[in-house]
């Protein structure tokens, strides 16, 4: 069975940077696409970045380009998140899933952006 399972999140404030990790279990993981995602309170689930599977591609929403950095190791099986310069909008459970998501999602972690 697949598990997707994100961590590094945490309370930090305005400026500051977090680095998110997840692990995929049980899944071929070197050849898929890979995909950050973040569903804040009260709106749908959106996609924050993407890696092809050989990771030599990326994509990023216009809101974190420039901000945040996706990378992947194939040999450990797991997709990062770099975010830098976190606002107040970034505050929202992430998640990583394969692009286009096609897993059952993980438990997320949560960001939370706050002076």
């Known amino acids: 069975q697949v598990q997707l399972v994100e961590s590094g999140g945490g309370l930090v404030q305005p400026g500051e940077s977090l680095r998110l990790s997840c692990v995929t279990f049980?899944?071929?993981?070197?050849?898929?696409?890979m995909g950050w995602y973040r569903q804040a309170p009260g709106k749908h689930r959106e996609l924050v970045a993407r890696?092809?599977?050989?990771?030599?591609?990326?994509y990023y929403a216009d809101f974190v380009k420039g901000r945040f950095t996706i990378s992947r190791n194939n040999a450990e099986k797991t997709v990062y998140l770099e975010m830098n310069t976190l606002k107040p909008d970034d505050t929202a459970v992430y998640y990583c899933?394969?692009?286009?998501?096609?897993?059952?999602w993980g438990q997320g972690t949560q960001v939370t952006v706050s002076s």
């Open positions: 899933n394969q692009y286009p998501y096609n897993l059952p």
């Open positions: 049980g899944s071929l993981f070197s050849r898929y696409d």
């Open positions: 890696i092809t599977a050989g990771g030599r591609t990326t």
